[in-house]
């Protein structure tokens, strides 16, 4: 058999018909030396111009570790702990880069993204199960930032604005996206870095506002602590880095480059690349997490009010403890919320046309899908705001709320991954060795026994009366068989659409 034939991803002569794809070939970004002969078998040297073409998507896949629900965690961390888990952030940043590259090494590898190989490898009733479960965790994302977007656009108002007119132009920001889609995948790139700078530059103006001692901001990254106290925190910055629609989305977003598979070296190199310049983004978002962490450290651990403070009144706490200056801090928040509101809402719509496109294979035009995925989510949100306008200790509930739909959801996008990264039969040369395959699955399994902790914790203060009870204990144990499905799945895997098809092609045989 020739070399190339040999590299060929197996699932690329299983597919049958029109298929959705997460790009156009003509959508796709050129690199340089695509048509070169070198880089067949081996990688190129490395190039700084090539580096440059491969940037963009590991920054719009840090745009999920800077929305307004890890903001929030950032500064109640903060505000609770201190500086003490700044370790900790540093840590989970670490764990999540290893998640994601996994997720880019899968997308380059088969030419494929999760959902489209979910679709492929589980039989109807499990990848309906897992579409719908990936659709409640983007919606339930989807809510926590669009409010944040609506209370920062409230702040920059001085109030004129409510909460639910905030909603409806966050809501526009969909026709922002399909605008600059038109103009090409750089130029959207291009948006998400100004958004994330913006974020950069107004958390940093906070930081020099606040002044942080340099070595206690310093002993928090390099000396762990924990205690009783600040396990609740510990547990929300771990349980909020990993979000299950961006796992989905990142093994997307790696394919507009053009990059062909069946070419080992081009593919290492892009894998390469794409693994510098998500380190990169992610060294990026943990700067500003960091950034906000410490402002609130800085300014109320050890307070009366530290356990009091949220999204919807950071800011003005912010303006009472460091007043107005040249320009108020209330303000400089205001914008950086707005950025990290916006630039995540945004990317959740990318995030959706990819999920719903792979699992259903719907071949939709791009503002139709666009309008259906930002409606899931805008209506329930709109529901939202009109209901907790006037009250910010509901809002702290709903958002807990979230954040276990959330937490209950990322076993389904990681084991499937870590299932399919692990096949060679899916990754070819490319499937990941013992040693990464065990550190992934630890990474994996603490996420969530620390979100399933998040969850043991939350109902147990929340769930009350027989009949709520019984409904939980009744969801649970299905919950439970489902991720031990998947997780037996990862055991004994056989692809279930390649073994029915060999079962036609040896029936037709016959």
Not at 265 to 276: D, H, K
Not at 283 to 293: E, G, K, R, Y
Not at 379 to 402: C, G, K, Q, R, Y
Not at 469 to 481: H, R
């Amino acid at each position: 058999m020739p070399p190339q034939e040999r590299q060929q991803p197996l699932l690329a002569a299983s597919r049958e018909g029109p298929e959705d794809t997460a790009y156009d070939s003509s959508e796709k970004v050129v690199v340089v030396g695509i048509d070169e002969h070198e880089g067949d078998v081996e990688a190129p040297p490395f190039s700084w111009k090539k580096l440059w073409l491969f940037t963009g998507p590991g920054f719009l896949m840090s745009i999920a570790f800077l929305d307004p629900g890890n903001l929030e965690g950032d500064l109640q961390s903060g505000a609770i702990a201190g500086y003490s888990l700044l370790w900790l952030l540093v840590w989970a940043t670490v764990m999540g880069l290893i998640i994601q590259l996994l997720s880019a090494r899968l997308g380059v590898a088969t030419g494929r993204h999760l959902a489209e190989l979910c679709r492929e490898e589980y039989p109807t009733w499990a990848r309906i199960v897992l579409w719908l479960m990936t659709e409640v965790a983007l919606i339930g994302s989807d809510i926590q930032e669009v409010i944040g977007s609506a209370i920062a656009i409230r702040i920059l108002s001085h109030g004129v604005v409510p909460l639910w007119a905030g909603v409806v132009v966050t809501a526009l920001d969909c026709f922002i996206f399909l605008f600059l889609e038109n103009y090409g995948v750089r130029k959207l790139e291009a948006f998400f870095a100004v958004l994330i700078g913006v974020m950069a530059l107004s958390f940093a103006w906070m930081f020099g506002e606040a002044k942080p001692n340099g070595l206690d901001v310093l002993l928090g990254i390099l000396v762990p602590k924990l205690s009783s106290r600040t396990i609740q925190q510990a547990v929300g910055v771990v349980g909020c880095i990993i979000m299950p629609h961006n796992v989905f989305l990142h093994s997307a977003l790696v394919q507009s480059r053009q990059i062909d598979p069946s070419k080992k070296g081009r593919v290492q190199e892009a894998l390469n690349y794409y693994s510098i310049e998500s380190t990169i983004a992610l060294a990026v978002s943990l700067v500003i997490n960091i950034f906000v962490t410490t402002v609130f450290a800085k300014g109320f651990y050890g307070t009366e009010i530290a356990n009091s403070i949220g999204l919807v009144n950071a800011g003005q706490y912010l303006q009472e403890k460091y007043g107005g200056g040249l320009f108020p801090i209330l303000y400089i928040w205001g914008i950086g919320l707005l950025a990290a509101g916006q630039s995540s809402t945004i990317t959740g719509t990318y995030a959706g046309q990819f999920i719903m496109g792979g699992f259903l294979n719907l071949r939709l035009k791009k503002w139709i899908r666009a309008l259906i995925t930002r409606s899931f989510a805008i209506i329930p949100t709109m529901i939202v705001a009109l209901m907790f306008d006037t009250s910010e200790d509901s809002l702290d509930v709903l958002n807990e709320w979230l954040n276990v739909l959330q937490s209950v959801q990322i076993p389904f996008a990681l084991i499937p991954l870590l299932c399919l990264v692990s096949k060679e039969q899916i990754m070819g040369s490319f499937r990941i060795g013992p040693f990464l395959k065990i550190i992934s699955w630890l990474v994996a399994a603490l996420v969530i026994v620390i979100n399933g902790y998040l969850l043991l914790e939350f109902f147990s203060s929340e769930v009350n009366g027989a009949l709520f009870v019984t409904i939980v204990c009744v969801l649970t144990a299905a919950y439970v068989a489902f991720v031990l499905y998947l997780i037996s799945r990862a055991i004994t895997f056989t692809p279930w659409q390649s073994l029915t098809r060999s079962t036609t092609v040896a029936s037709a045989e016959n």
